[in-house]
């Protein structure tokens, strides 16, 4: 059925009042109700007479309504019914004792509508007013939790003495909130938690803490929520209370419970990179500078007040400052820029040392003697080898011949090459011809990597090789007495021989480094013709250089080409052409000598860096020896020899060390 204008409506709701009506004059319970555009007074006055009750309708009541119901309802059913439509357009039923009042929702909160007593036994949509007592949770702190729940004309308020909440709206809606403050109040069950203290007193703490809850449950109108008691055996705070509340003093406490900030004209500033008594040096000398001037009024004065002195303690790394407050910042902000992780630099040296010999030696030695001890011979003094032969053939005096074999053996085995001789010619003369013909040929390469770690702007040096003795000086002392006893003695120094590189790396801003190097490479040379004592070969390169970041520079080296050519001979004899040869000695020596230094600098920043810096190093020895193991040694087993752990585990190990050490730490959770 379409109702269509005012008196259409009218004579239905008359049509179905009327069919409403049962025999005899008694009210069925049964509505069936569809409207549409239909004024919103006809259909409180049909209520009206529906239900039985006086409604007041507000003038500014106004408005079409349109219901669609597909079932009848009772009749409380349709006053609910009557009560979401007032609700849907802005307006609410207000129940002042046996009379209805139809006002706008806005003005509802303060109308003098019913006080309700718990919880109605349905959901209604009237406009009621209830309190709602808190049990657990302060009833101030749930108001802005809750207000978002709540329509904008409802009233909502805290009233803190008595912990409850005044709720002014629809009574389906207090239900609905009832139901939220419920669970949350269950939630909110009081408990107790201990504190434990490690710097501040807890007798101290709670009195504090006291005087501030205090002050803002005086502030809110109400009493403390929460129970402070302290345990001077333990130093410790109890704190009973809902969850908010002790997680609020909790943070409170952990606040309080910090180390003392120092204060006055004294403070002790630990240090975590560098040395106490360097820095504690440089700021006095800077405070020693900062004293003789005065700046305030634009000219230069000698100071009168006190200055700042700077002590260090080298067992904790710590400063001690003494200084006003003025100065006493401006020196702790040069110690933080002070205070620094400094770069380190990983320098790896590489030496390259290529040599090639080359060398011939042909020639004949002649030598005579008699018994009346006439002798001659043509070998050079010079020449250490055919000297110790002519030692062994000539005579010594000039009486006896003093040959010997065995000397002759003995001379002939420290001679190089092919050595052929003739000897005795008769009983009185004695000839022998040594025929000496070498070739010798000689190659070395020789490769070192010494590396080094060290500290920005921090000298350092590394030294492998020999400590090798050099004799000074030799002294004969006779014995006392007149014995004639003497007591010879050498006083020797001793030098290392070897490998040495001295580096100072100064790094840049950016990925370069500026290296100070010294490299200095020496070894035993193996002749000692002329010399009273041993040879050394030095090769050094002192220089600054300026190197980018993990790139090799060269520093210097040596490329050389000997050529040496000797002719010993007999005068005249040994111009002779042919002939001349079975009287001369000639030798060639041909020397080439490639030596080459180079540098490469690696800047480490950070702990992954060095990390990955000494991984790589300790991943090449430990190749190296399981490489050694795979190959194996028959008399000895693979599980006895040496080898390194893999590097994972020694980072794991390092890691629970660094753990167990942070845990043991004062003030470790």
């Not at 909790?250 to 008594?277: C, I």
């Not at 085995?413 to 003369?429: E, F, K, M, P």
């Not at 040929?441 to 500290?455: D, W, Y």
């Not at 030799?474 to 014995?483: C, Q, V």
Request: glycine residues 8%; charged residues 25%.
């Amino acid at each position: 059925m379409k109702v269509v204008n005012r008196s259409a409506c009218k004579a239905l709701l008359t049509t179905l009042f009327v069919l409403a009506l049962g025999t005899g004059g008694a009210v069925a319970q049964d509505f069936t109700v569809n409207l549409k555009e239909t004024d919103i007074q006809e259909l409180i006055k049909f209520v009206a007479e529906a239900t039985g009750t006086t409604i007041v309708v507000d003038p500014s009541v106004k408005g079409k309504v349109k219901v669609v119901s597909s079932k009848p309802v009772s009749r409380d059913e349709l006053y609910e019914l009557f009560l979401s439509i007032l609700d849907v357009h802005g307006y609410t039923a207000v129940r002042s004792g046996g009379v209805i009042r139809v006002i706008q929702n806005k003005d509802a909160r303060s109308a003098p509508v019913q006080v309700r007593d718990g919880r109605a036994d349905k959901a209604s949509d009237e406009y009621v007013t209830e309190v709602i007592k808190l049990d657990n949770i302060s009833a101030a702190k749930l108001i802005p939790v809750l207000r978002p729940l709540v329509p904008q004309q409802a009233h909502m308020a805290a009233y803190a003495p008595s912990n409850a909440i005044i709720i002014s709206d629809l009574s389906a809606n207090i239900d609905r909130i009832r139901d939220i403050i419920e669970r949350m109040d269950k939630s909110a069950v009081q408990q107790t938690d201990i504190v434990k203290l490690r710097y501040g007193v807890a007798e101290n703490v709670v009195s504090m803490l006291d005087q501030l809850t205090k002050s803002e449950a005086k502030q809110s109108g109400g009493e403390s929520e929460v129970l402070l008691v302290a345990d001077a055996r333990t130093n410790s705070v109890l704190v009973s209370g809902d969850e908010l509340e002790r997680a609020r003093i909790r943070k409170l406490v952990d606040y309080l419970d910090t180390p003392l900030e120092q204060s006055g004209n004294v403070k002790v500033v630990y240090l975590e990179y560098a040395q106490a008594k360097d820095i504690a040096d440089v700021l006095t000398r800077v405070m020693q500078n900062i004293n003789r001037l005065d700046t305030s009024d634009g000219a230069k004065k000698p100071r009168t007040d006190n200055s700042a002195t700077i002590e260090a303690d080298e067992g904790t790394n710590s400063l001690i400052v003494t200084a006003d407050t003025g100065e006493m910042a401006a020196i702790e902000a040069v110690i933080r820029r002070l205070d620094i992780r400094r770069a380190q630099v990983l320098v790896e040296a590489i030496i390259v040392e290529m040599e090639v010999k080359d060398g011939e030696d042909l020639g004949i030695q002649w030598l005579f003697a008699d018994q009346s001890g006439a002798f001659g011979s043509n070998i050079n003094a010079a020449d250490a080898r055919a000297r110790t032969i002519a030692d062994a053939i000539l005579p010594a005096d000039g009486t006896d011949n003093d040959i010997s074999l065995g000397g002759l053996a003995g001379a002939l085995a420290r001679t190089g090459g092919t050595t052929l001789g003739w000897g005795q010619i008769s009983d009185g003369l004695t000839m022998a011809v040594i025929l000496n013909a070498l070739k010798e040929q000689n190659n070395a390469n020789i490769l070192s990597t010494p590396s080094l770690l060290t500290l920005d702007n921090q000298e350092a040096y590394i030294t492998v090789g020999q400590n090798v003795p050099f004799v000074t000086g030799s002294y004969t002392n006779t014995g006392a007495g007149g014995d004639g006893a003497q007591n010879p003695f050498q006083t020797i120094q001793r030098e290392n021989v070897g490998i040495t590189l001295t580096v100072t790396p100064h790094v840049n801003e950016g990925d370069s480094v500026v290296l100070d190097i010294v490299q200095e490479v020496s070894s035993l040379s193996g002749l000692t013709a002329v010399a009273s004592d041993l040879i050394t070969n030095e090769r050094k390169i002192q220089t600054k250089v300026l190197a980018q970041d993990n790139r090799v520079v060269v520093l210097g080296g040596l490329i050389k080409d000997d050529v040496q050519d000797a002719t010993q001979k007999v005068p005249f004899l040994g111009d002779i052409p042919f002939l001349g040869r079975l009287f001369r000695t000639d030798g060639v020596q041909v020397t080439k000598t490639n030596l080459l230094i180079f540098i490469r600098p690696t800047i480490i920043r950070d702990n992954e860096g060095l990390a990955g810096a000494t991984a790589d190093k300790y991943r090449y020895i430990r190749d190296k020896q399981l490489q050694r193991r795979e190959q194996g040694l028959e008399f000895l087993g693979s599980d006895n020899l040496p080898l390194l752990p893999e590097w994972e585990e020694q980072l794991k190990k390092l890691e629970e060390i660094k753990a167990s050490d942070t845990a043991a730490q004062p003030g470790s959770p």
